[in-house]
């Protein structure tokens, strides 16, 4: 273990996109476990579009870093030190805290993980925050009927991806190839490529029923137009506009009427008591193989600004990871 800890401050709130230097690297004691908590070394820390919000000073749903803290982040790491019953040196755990090498965090927040039931890492994506945003906004808002169509945006994300049949839209021909190869959709459509509009209509020729919104923008504009009668749209988020200075215009709202759409919103953090439930019907799809996931991976601490920077231009390819240090249980699985 080492004797100091490393992390990302947020310097600077960022105007528009953000910049490298709106962070900095900073050396810090190593945290003290006090009375119930742990302390956690971090393997794996997720990079989520949320930590714009956080970033920013506008009020939120959330509140947001202050300038000068550590980068809130989730963490899954290895215990060093526990001054928690519940938790031994060793065991591995969700829920260390920022983008850093060590956190101390209490025992009441942490969830163990069994290595040999899923990867590690998986905690942070498909099994984890993302996945449970998937389920519940499909499950509870979108609710997809047989023989109706269903489009996702941002199809080949953390959260787009967690493997219904549907029509993706996703950045560039190799994310699509992936999302109808790997994902098993019956179509993907590269939101870059020219006429949007028509190759939705060609992709979706009894219109929408279901709009998975994760990226706004342009997308939005395309798809909107297309929703059938009493279609939905899941209001997940909108990582296009993210940086935006000014909210865009939305659509008409009055097809809203006329067509009888449900557009609903949704913060999976009101829904944390579902994800007991939701590992438990995931994991062992997830064992099988049933359920698809992709990660991609980057090495160290110091690239997670950058990392984090490209997640809001679609430069990731799956559910965006920083590996902070080496992961001891990968390839000691069953
Ligand atoms: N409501 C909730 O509780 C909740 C929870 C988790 C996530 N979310 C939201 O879900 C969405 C997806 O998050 P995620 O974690 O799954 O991230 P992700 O999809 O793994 O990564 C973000 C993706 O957004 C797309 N994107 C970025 N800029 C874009 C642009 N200008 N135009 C079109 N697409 C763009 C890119 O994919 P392409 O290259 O394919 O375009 C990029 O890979 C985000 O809006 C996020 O805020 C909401």
Same mark, same amino acid.
């Given at each position: 273990m080492e004797n100091r800890n490393r992390q990302v401050l947020l310097k600077r709130r960022p105007t528009g996109a953000p910049t490298t230097s709106d962070f900095e690297i900073a050396e810090a004691p190593l945290p003290d476990a006090g009375e119930g908590e742990v302390l956690v070394r971090g393997i794996y820390l997720s990079l989520d579009p949320y930590m714009r919000g956080r970033i920013s000073g506008a009020r939120s749903y959330a509140k947001?870093?202050?300038?000068? %803290?550590?980068?809130?982040? *989730?963490?899954?790491?290895e215990v060093m030190r526990s001054r928690n019953p519940g938790f031994r040196e060793g065991d591995f755990v969700l829920g260390g805290y920022g983008w850093q090498l060590y956190s101390a965090v209490p025992g009441t927040g942490l969830l163990k993980l069994d290595p040999a039931e899923a990867p590690l890492s998986t905690a942070l994506g498909v099994l984890g925050m993302p996945g449970l945003t998937a389920y519940v906004g499909l /499950?509870?808002?979108g609710r997809p009927q047989r023989g109706e169509t269903v489009v996702v945006s941002a199809a080949s994300g953390a959260v787009g991806g967690a493997g219904a049949r549907v029509v993706g839209i996703a950045g560039g021909a190799d994310k699509c190839r992936y999302v109808e190869a790997e994902f098993g959709f019956d179509?993907?459509?590269?939101? $870059?490529? %020219?006429?949007?509009?028509?190759a939705l209509d060609r992709a979706c020729p009894n219109g929408i029923d279901v709009y998975w919104e994760n990226?706004?923008?342009a997308v939005q504009? %395309?798809?909107?137009? *297309?929703?059938?009668?009493f279609g939905r749209m899941v209001m997940c988020g909108m990582v296009a506009e993210y940086n935006d200075l000014e909210p865009r215009p939305g659509p008409n709202l009055m097809s809203a009427v006329r067509k009888r759409l449900k557009i609903q919103g949704f913060i999976v953090s009101d829904q944390w008591q579902r994800f007991a439930e939701y590992r438990a019907m995931a994991a062992p799809l997830l064992k /099988?193989?049933?359920?698809?996931? *992709?990660?991609d991976i980057v090495d160290g601490l110091d690239r997670a600004p950058e990392a984090f920077i490209g997640l809001l231009q679609g430069r990731n390819f799956?559910?965006?990871?920083? $590996?902070?240090?080496d992961d001891p249980t990968r390839g000691a699985r069953a």
């Amino acid at each position: 273990m080492e004797n100091r800890n490393r992390q990302v401050l947020l310097k600077r709130r960022p105007t528009g996109a953000p910049t490298t230097s709106d962070f900095e690297i900073a050396e810090a004691p190593l945290p003290d476990a006090g009375e119930g908590e742990v302390l956690v070394r971090g393997i794996y820390l997720s990079l989520d579009p949320y930590m714009r919000g956080r970033i920013s000073g506008a009020r939120s749903y959330a509140k947001p870093v202050e300038v000068g %803290a550590v980068m809130e982040g *989730r963490v899954v790491g290895e215990v060093m030190r526990s001054r928690n019953p519940g938790f031994r040196e060793g065991d591995f755990v969700l829920g260390g805290y920022g983008w850093q090498l060590y956190s101390a965090v209490p025992g009441t927040g942490l969830l163990k993980l069994d290595p040999a039931e899923a990867p590690l890492s998986t905690a942070l994506g498909v099994l984890g925050m993302p996945g449970l945003t998937a389920y519940v906004g499909l /499950s509870e808002i979108g609710r997809p009927q047989r023989g109706e169509t269903v489009v996702v945006s941002a199809a080949s994300g953390a959260v787009g991806g967690a493997g219904a049949r549907v029509v993706g839209i996703a950045g560039g021909a190799d994310k699509c190839r992936y999302v109808e190869a790997e994902f098993g959709f019956d179509a993907c459509i590269d939101h $870059r490529a %020219a006429d949007l509009g028509a190759a939705l209509d060609r992709a979706c020729p009894n219109g929408i029923d279901v709009y998975w919104e994760n990226v706004g923008g342009a997308v939005q504009q %395309a798809v909107f137009p *297309r929703l059938n009668d009493f279609g939905r749209m899941v209001m997940c988020g909108m990582v296009a506009e993210y940086n935006d200075l000014e909210p865009r215009p939305g659509p008409n709202l009055m097809s809203a009427v006329r067509k009888r759409l449900k557009i609903q919103g949704f913060i999976v953090s009101d829904q944390w008591q579902r994800f007991a439930e939701y590992r438990a019907m995931a994991a062992p799809l997830l064992k /099988s193989g049933e359920l698809k996931y *992709r990660e991609d991976i980057v090495d160290g601490l110091d690239r997670a600004p950058e990392a984090f920077i490209g997640l809001l231009q679609g430069r990731n390819f799956g559910k965006l990871v920083v $590996r902070l240090a080496d992961d001891p249980t990968r390839g000691a699985r069953a």
